[in-house]
DNA sequence: CCGTATCCATCCTGATACTG
DNA sequence: CAGTATCAGGATGGATACGG
């Protein structure tokens, strides 16, 4: 809903504080972070690390709906991240387990305001 | 860079305390929230807006390499989200201002801790 | 000044099938 | 168990031109 008045902008009278912000998105580091982490199964796997460590297995059946193709992309790119380690035991069959690093953590902790803010307005409240 | 050895993985010692997650990512709230502002422009655009009211004209000039086409879409669904005022001023030729609502400028505030740590990995450091 | 309308390239995601 | 390969659909974003 849009209002509509006949008085004389703000901006006419206010002066341009703002120089300009950063041009390339890419050199937002704000709106990197957030696209970071803005993908369909970032979150969810990070906040199923965030329990502890767990399998390639686990993880795709703590998850629900993720295929393996997504789960292995997701987990690829937040370990080329640094955001969670990669360990491959040596048993048969395989077994390979993923775990949150100290950044991966922090990122999490990061996330704790933005995390409230959506809770209280998540059309609940 | 993934780590091998050949010890016994630490879920199968570990018990599970997770049951698990939420599902449907439409269903949680820090993932839509992020998404919200995970786009192109929205972040620039809440964050020129945080200097004030502004109207659609300098906005367009104050966040290089965004298109008219783009800036509407942004601002629309900014608008049609609660987080930013349209108003439209009665001149001639007509001039729109747009400005934050609180609920924008608690959204800008919930970032705070995201920002911080966005800086701290920002290739920088 | 403040938009809309089109068209197009690219990215993201999912479905499905196959393998060391 | 823990992946990879391939294909296809929709969403996202940019370029350009036009209009009240």
Not at 31 to 53: E, Q, Y
Request: some cysteine; hydrophobic content about 40%.
């Amino acid at each position: 809903m849009s209002g509509t008045h006949s008085d004389v902008p703000s901006v006419v009278t206010a002066p341009l504080p703002d120089p300009v912000p950063r041009n390339e998105y890419e050199a937002c580091p704000v709106t990197a972070a957030v696209r970071r982490v803005g993908d369909r199964w970032t979150l969810l796997v990070l906040s199923v690390l965030k329990g502890g460590p767990r399998r390639f297995n686990v993880l795709e059946r703590s998850i629900e709906g993720i295929s393996q193709r997504m789960l292995t992309r997701t987990l690829r790119s937040l370990e080329s991240d640094g955001l969670v380690d990669r360990t491959v035991f040596a048993t048969n069959p395989p077994s390979v387990e993923y775990a949150l690093t100290a950044k991966g953590r922090g990122l999490l902790g990061a996330l704790a305001g933005l995390a409230a803010w959506a809770m209280e307005h998540a059309e609940g409240e």
